[in-house]
């Protein structure tokens, strides 16, 4: 696992309001079993290659207690996300959801404002608060678009920021990727393009080196 923990970069956690638990379980014998749910960015192979790989170093570590589910879909926003949340979430019990719709909320088509961004974010966390007191939320904040994908999210630093001020009223882990990102688009697009390669969606690479080492940062921090 040395691979991921080179790639690591300093800040993009808040964990003076909230320290993980799940580690703190994992340590200790207990399964532990997560829901992630959101947009492309965190579905099929592209979630598959972040969440994969902290769950293959979390169990190297912690002796295979942790299993997960990606529970979200490509081209959704939290409005989607409220309306599913009890199939896709709450019915499947998690110990812990980890949960990003940022980057799809400041899609211009969808119209969402901020305000209408925190409260479907606040609904969810208190729906799943009210189902399972104990498990933990996780929130991210996820990467920049450039190209044709930027020009449809205008509002998207806004949104993200709904995010980060979601995460601390709320006392919750947040895992906030945008300053990795940033520092590799300040390399130059070509850079960036490594790692998102269509300008929007992190390819394999960039979820293994990019975002799975700032997760388990984040996770392991104390």
Not at 7 to 30: E, P
Request: overall charge positive.
């Amino acid at each position: 696992m040395k691979r991921i923990l080179f790639f690591i970069m300093m800040i993009g956690c808040s964990s003076a309001f909230a320290q993980s638990r799940l580690v703190k379980n994992l340590a200790t014998g207990k399964d532990q079993f997560v829901v992630v749910y959101g947009t492309s960015l965190s579905s099929g192979g592209h979630g598959e290659s972040w969440m994969g790989e902290v769950t293959r170093y979390m169990n190297e570590k912690y002796g295979n207690h942790l299993t997960f589910c990606l529970a979200g879909e490509g081209g959704k926003w939290s409005t989607w996300g409220v309306q599913h949340l009890e199939n896709n979430v709450i019915a499947k019990n998690p110990n812990v959801v980890i949960m990003e719709f940022g980057i799809n909320d400041a899609v211009q088509r969808y119209n969402m404002s901020p305000e209408l961004v925190r409260l479907n974010l606040k609904y969810m966390i208190d729906r799943i608060r009210l189902a399972n007191p104990s498990c933990e939320i996780i929130l991210q904040v996820m990467n920049m678009a450039i190209g044709q994908s930027a020009v449809t999210r205008p509002n998207l630093v806004h949104i993200y920021d709904v995010y980060r001020k979601v995460a601390k009223k709320e006392k919750l882990l947040l895992i906030d990727h945008y300053s990795n990102w940033q520092k590799i688009l300040d390399q130059g697009e070509p850079a960036f393009l490594k790692y998102v390669t269509d300008g929007l969606h992190p390819n394999g690479e960039g979820g293994r080196k990019i975002i799975a080492p700032e997760i388990i940062k984040c996770l392991e921090a104390k």
